[in-house]
T-cell receptor
Framework: EAGVAQSPRYKIIEKRQSVAFWCNPISGHATLYWYQQILGQGPKLLIQFQNNGVVDDSQLPKDRFSAERLKGVDSTLKIQPAKLEDSAVYLC?????????????FGPGTRLLVL | DQQVKQNSPSLSVQEGRISILNCDYTNSMFDYFLWYKKYPAEGPTFLISISSIKDKNEDGRFTVFLNKSAKHLSLHIVPSQPGDSAVYFCAARSADRGSTLGRLYFGRGTQLTVWP
């Protein structure tokens, strides 16, 4: 079974530029999550999708971050414009549904450096 | 506000010995706990979990203990192997049905190094 795929793996941009990340979850997984992991911290949930609908985006900085999951499969996360503090690893995860005790499966992440 | 805390950023253990990783939490609504392991340049992978109705869960060399009254859990690895060297994250999920199902709250992680 293929895991969660993410691209690109690394990205370096200058502040105020835009950047987009792509995620393809495990086939059949209805729930998709984007996490931000800043160096030295644990992952923090940015947004959760159930199929193509947003379930939780309470921690997404909506003035600069946006995400979509068209057709309920793959997803893109965009930052526009980027700030220095956005430097982090962006992790995508998926799970079969959103039931209480389901395991989330993580992709390898996209490491973003904003200069 | 860090609701899940891993106060030891690193732990070094000799091969064959026991590794004990600790985790504390503050939210009494947390009802399900997980440990994830992360190797460099990879995403976290699920290791073991425990529900609050239990105080122990075992899977091979890995055992998780939960002390609800102390809001504390620990992961025991016996015997430790060099391949266990990784960052271990403790995570918790809220049972509050008013909150979003699925959101995990992570600790900062503990870097485990197992030396020969």
């Amino acid at each position: 079974e293929a895991g969660v795929a993410q691209s690109p793996r690394y990205k370096i941009i200058e502040k105020r530029q835009s950047v987009a990340f792509w995620c393809n979850p495990i086939s059949g997984h209805a729930t998709l999550y984007w996490y931000q992991q800043i160096l030295g911290q644990g992952p923090k949930l940015l947004i959760q999708f159930q199929n193509n609908g947003v379930v939780d985006d309470s921690q997404l900085p909506k003035d600069r971050f946006s995400a979509e999951r068209l057709k309920g499969v793959d997803s893109t996360l965009k930052i526009q414009p980027a700030k220095l503090e956005d430097s982090a690893v962006y992790l995508c995860a998926s799970s079969p549904g959103a039931r209480f005790q389901e395991t989330q499966y993580f992709g390898p992440g996209t490491r973003l450096l904003v200069l | 506000d860090q609701q899940v805390k891993q106060n030891s950023p690193s732990l070094s253990v000799q091969e064959g010995r026991i590794s004990i990783l600790n985790c504390d939490y503050t939210n009494s609504m947390f009802d399900y706990f997980l440990w994830y392991k992360k190797y460099p340049a990879e995403g976290p992978t699920f290791l073991i979990s425990i529900s609050s109705i239990k105080d122990k869960n075992e899977d091979g060399r890995f055992t998780v203990f939960l002390n609800k009254s102390a809001k504390h859990l620990s992961l025991h690895i016996v015997p430790s192997q060099p391949g266990d060297s990784a960052v271990y994250f403790c995570a918790a999920r809220s049972a509050d049905r008013g909150s979003t199902l699925g959101r995990l709250y992570f600790g900062r992680g503990t870097q485990l190094t197992v030396w020969p």
